[in-house]
């Protein structure tokens, strides 16, 4: 599986931001799909995750209300509303699949890597 992100830009704090995640392959609906980030001179951390079926979701508390998984398996794309974004939020942002039905919050558990694509929050 090959996945690009991207969607990524700078918006002032408060704003609303969709990033999307296209994946290459036609097994895309049989992978979960998660969302990390890494702010510099951080590791890269744990955003949120949804199942293959798009019927499981799981959060960060940090993101918790604030963003949305989704996904159109038709369109081999899983997707990242993020509503009142905080400067917090500024990082490069990863999409990431796993062949386990419910990875947890571990970078270890997710078999695929996009490239990153960079959110800048301005105060």
């Known amino acids: 599986v090959q996945l690009q992100a991207s969607g990524g830009g700078l918006v002032q704090a408060g704003g609303s931001l969709r990033l999307s995640c296209a994946a290459s392959?036609?097994?895309?609906?049989?992978?979960?799909m998660g969302w990390f980030r890494q702010a510099p001179g951080k590791e890269r951390e744990f955003v949120g995750r949804i199942s293959w079926s798009g019927g499981s979701t799981y959060y960060a508390d940090s993101v918790k209300g604030r963003f949305t998984i989704s996904r159109d398996n038709a369109k081999n794309t899983v997707y990242l509303q993020m509503n009142s974004l905080k400067p917090e939020d500024t990082a490069v942002y990863y999409c990431?699949?796993?062949?386990?039905?419910?990875?947890?919050?571990?970078?270890?558990?997710?078999?695929?890597w996009g490239q990153g694509t960079q959110v800048t929050v301005s105060s």
């Open positions: 392959g036609r097994t895309f609906s049989s992978y979960a």
């Open positions: 990431a699949a796993a062949r386990m039905v419910f990875p947890d919050s571990d970078l270890r558990s997710y078999d695929y």
